[in-house]
């Protein structure tokens, strides 16, 4: 290599290690096509939910007995229910029920699983071994069941629907912390922050927490997905977003009875809840690629 090329080849390999691990695993995850789909999915709908009240073509709820199962037309693209309601503008509108539940659902199981994991898992003993039980016996109930019998218990809300899911997923993350802060909590730098007489809180959330967000992150992503489906079977089953307030659900379920007469009741509703949850999957699963340890 010629003298000329040696700053060059220099200041590269400075750039590299200057270069941030977000940066890094930024463009590890734009590497991946499906990601990239995932993540360009995910915008359109949460654009969608948002702008709703604006670009949506009718009002969701506004009912016209002359439109009644109208196949899609040009004013109607995906033509009309069985109350003559614009389909296309109640999907729109779904999507804000489906997102905001997926987000606050997931949000209420960090907010619980993640202490208690971290708890469980630097704790150890007694602690320990009270939430682990507990937490395997949650897990020993499906995770839909689980969230439908809390659901007719609290009763039939979109809000209430949100906390059943949210409850229902709080085993996943503590479970997952736990393991995450075993492995953790016996590495160097959390022994010296120890020998240090750093409280223990501070060690849990200061040392280890920071640690596995990368796996919380993509647990998180992939928990959504879930959280989505269960809302839309909730309201499937009348224990979520209560009519006329629209939901991917509750349109399926009053699809059901026109299959053969109008099936573009369904089809709508289910491919968007089919996009949205692949979107997250695919997204979800270039998060755990970009944010491996081992890749470089």
């Not at 695993?25 to 949460?46: C, D, E, Q």
């Not at 839909?144 to 709080?170: H, Q, V, Y």
């Not at 992503?221 to 959280?227: F, G, P, V, W």
Request: charged share 15%.
């Amino acid at each position: 290599m010629s003298d000329a090329a040696l700053p060059s080849a220099r200041s590269t390999a400075q750039a590299h290690e200057l270069d941030s691990p977000a940066r890094r695993a930024r463009r590890r995850l734009f590497k991946r096509k499906a990601a990239v789909f995932g993540l360009a999915a995910l915008t359109i709908f949460i654009t969608l939910a948002l702008l709703a009240p604006l670009i949506v073509p009718y009002d969701p709820v506004a009912t016209s007995w002359s439109l009644v199962r109208k196949p899609p037309t040009a004013a109607h693209w995906f033509g009309t229910d069985e109350l003559g309601r614009d389909i296309l503008s109640r999907v729109i509108y779904s999507a804000r029920a489906s997102l905001l539940a997926g987000l606050i659902s997931v949000a209420i199981a960090l907010g619980i699983g993640v202490p208690l994991g971290l708890l469980a898992g630097y704790r150890g003993g007694f602690v320990d071994a009270l939430i682990s039980r507990i937490t395997d016996a949650m897990l020993a109930c499906p995770f839909l069941i689980l969230a439908i019998a809390l659901a007719a218990f609290l009763g039939p809300s979109l809000g209430n629907a949100m906390i059943a899911i949210g409850i229902s997923a709080t085993p996943i993350f503590i479970r997952l912390t736990r393991g995450q802060a075993l492995s953790v909590k016996a590495e160097d730098h959390v022994e010296a922050a120890r020998a240090l007489g750093n409280p223990g809180w501070r060690i849990a959330f200061s040392h280890i927490l920071p640690n596995i967000l990368p796996a919380l992150l993509v647990q998180a992503t992939l928990s959504i997905a879930a959280a989505i489906i269960a809302e839309a079977a909730l309201s499937f089953l009348g224990l979520g977003q209560q009519p006329p307030a629209p939901s991917w659900g509750s349109m399926l379920y009053a699809a059901q009875r026109f299959l053969t007469q109008a099936p573009w009741m369904a089809i709508w509703p289910g491919l968007a809840i089919f996009l949205v949850v692949l979107s997250l999957n695919l997204l979800g699963d270039g998060l755990r690629d970009a944010l491996d340890p081992r890749q470089r």
